[in-house]
């Protein structure tokens, strides 16, 4: 099997600072595009930060010059670095990303979730 997970996730301070991780293991050939969602209670999942196999980024407005994502491929990792939290950033976030398997098979992997509450 091939898994993605995510931890990084804490209570912090409104304007405080997070890095979350998204680690992909198994039998992995390559990683397509990976991405980080979040959701907030009572709300849709919502995009925050894709990252292409290449590098190119792209943002959600409302975390655009905030948020970071970044990928380091020999780890077969992706981060998010937060930060100026608000607290409407509260959510769990999820990891997401298109893997090959060494099969050939491919997967739409999420994670299961990291809780980032930001709160006084």
């Known amino acids: 099997q091939v898994r993605l997970v995510e931890s990084g996730g804490d209570l912090v301070q409104p304007g405080g600072s997070l890095r979350l991780s998204c680690a992909a293991s198994?039998?992995?050939?390559?990683?397509?595009?990976m991405g980080w969602y979040r959701q907030a209670p009572g709300k849709q999942r919502e995009l925050v930060a894709t990252?292409?196999?290449?590098?190119?980024?792209a943002y959600a407005e409302s975390v655009k010059g905030r948020f970071t994502i970044s990928r380091d491929n020999a780890r077969n990792t992706a981060y998010l670095q937060m930060n100026s939290l608000k607290p409407e950033d509260t959510a769990v976030y999820y990891c997401n990303a298109g893997i090959y398997a060494r099969s050939g098979t491919y997967y739409n992997s999420w994670g299961q979730g990291t809780q980032v509450t930001v709160s006084s």
């Open positions: 990252i292409t196999s290449g590098g190119g980024t």
């Open positions: 198994g039998s992995i050939s390559a990683i397509n595009n």
